[in-house]
């Protein structure tokens, strides 16, 4: 049931004007009337502005989760594959070379030319350093051996040596791998 504000006799909710004292009730109440829906408005307000902050937070969330890439894997376990892959394409390079200097290794890596700079970069970019060895000079005036090392500029990661004999060894020490390395 309802009342009305005038007589505040009980009276149908449907009725426009009051049948005991003749009050319009659809004219709105005086500034007590007001108040309520002044409440009703400021809540109604705070609904929709967290129901805002929460939908462009969860926008947000989305877009950093689902579209921006994120790390997969380690950063060490990703920059030794690379290390590993960059020593790899180097000994093949040099190998290559080899196979046509009647098995002579040359005296740098600049004669490999862009191969083997790529390589290398590719390693400088996951933090390792190469570092090709030629070994000694013989009578013929060439090196038939080579050492390349692969140093990490991170404490902890792996250190890497090759050589001729193409079995890659590796250390977590920190300092050069070398052939007394337990090899991979």
Not at 4 to 32: F, S
Not at 127 to 145: K, N
Not at 151 to 158: I, L
């Amino acid at each position: 049931m309802y009342t009305c504000r005038e007589c505040e006799r009980a009276i149908n909710q449907a009725t426009e004007i009051c049948p005991y004292c003749g009050a319009d009730l659809t004219i709105a109440a005086g500034p007590e009337a007001e108040e309520p829906a002044k409440k009703r408005s400021l809540t109604s307000l705070l609904l929709i502005w967290g129901a805002l902050a929460s939908s462009i937070a969860l926008s947000l969330w989305t877009f950093v989760h689902y579209v921006l890439p994120g790390p997969k894997g380690s950063a060490a376990l990703r920059a030794e594959n690379q290390a590993v892959e960059s020593l790899l394409e180097l000994r093949s390079a040099l190998n290559a070379y080899a196979g046509t200097q009647r098995g002579a290794y040359p005296a740098s890596l600049e004669v490999l030319g862009d191969r083997a700079r790529a390589s290398a970069q590719k390693a400088l970019s996951e933090g390792y350093q190469l570092q090709y060895i030629p070994g000694p000079v013989g009578p013929d005036g060439a090196a038939h051996s080579y050492v390349l090392l692969a140093r990490p500029g991170n404490y902890g990661y792996r250190a890497f040596y090759t050589d001729e004999t193409g079995l890659l060894r590796a250390t977590r020490e920190n300092r050069a791998a070398t052939s007394q390395d337990p090899p991979i």
